[in-house]
Every structure is written in C-alpha cells, then in structure tokens.
C-alpha cells in the first residue's frame, strides 16, 4: 500500500519562503513521476508542478519562476520550494504519485495521494 506523508506547510508573510516535502513508501519511487497540486477553498484542485524519474519538471504557470520541485530518489521524498509566495498561494498542498512516468498536469493520473498540508499566505 501506498503512503505518501507531507510536511512543511505553514503560515508566511507575502513575500517569504517554505519547503514543503512528501515522504512515499509502499512502491519503487524512482520509477513514477510525482506532483505537487493545491486547493483554495471554494476552488477545484489544480496543478502545481511536477517532476519525472529522471528530474525533468514542468510547472503551472502560476508559480513559474517562483516554485521548484526536486526529488531525491535515494529518499524517496519529494520537494517543493517555493519563494516570492503570494496571498493568491493560500490553499492545502497535496503531493500526488502518478501511475506512470509521463506528461501530465491531470490529477486524474495520479492514482496516490496525501493527506494535505495547509500553505497560508498573509498580505
């Protein structure tokens, strides 16, 4: 069984900086991609970024320039840095395991979960 377990989450002036991290067990890491999604309340689920086996990323354009997604496979932990964060970032973080290793922004591709860490950004 899959477990994904995230930290990092907190709350941040406009302007400041966090790491959020996602820790997986239960399938070999290295071989699917992972992403990063948000939810605002009232809002859908969207796409953050997200990072293939072999490091290649691609991102919403929303946080283009200010979020990196990295990985370490060795850790099986997945991160995303985010600076410049904005009151328009609020929203709970989901890292997300994809059942592939491929392209896409889909959360429907993503077939594990975590449970969500809260990003709340004051102006």
């Known amino acids: 069984q899959v477990q994904l377990v995230e930290s990092g989450g907190g709350l941040v002036q406009t302007g400041g900086s966090l790491r959020l991290s996602c820790t997986a067990s239960?399938?070999?890491?290295?071989?699917?991609?992972m992403g990063w999604f948000r939810q605002a309340p009232g809002k859908e689920r969207e796409f953050v970024e997200a990072i293939r086996w072999n490091g290649s990323r691609y991102y919403a354009d929303s946080v283009k320039g200010r979020f990196t997604i990295s990985r370490d496979n060795a850790k099986n932990t997945v991160f995303l840095q985010m600076n410049s964060l904005k009151p328009e970032d609020t929203a709970v973080y989901y890292c997300?395991?994809?059942?592939?290793?491929?392209?896409?922004?889909?959360?429907?591709?993503?077939?594990?979960w975590g449970q969500g860490t809260q990003v709340t950004v004051s102006s």
């Open positions: 997300a395991q994809q059942g592939g290793n491929y392209y896409s922004t889909d959360s429907r591709e993503y077939d594990n």
């Open positions: 239960g399938r070999t890491f290295n071989m699917y991609a």
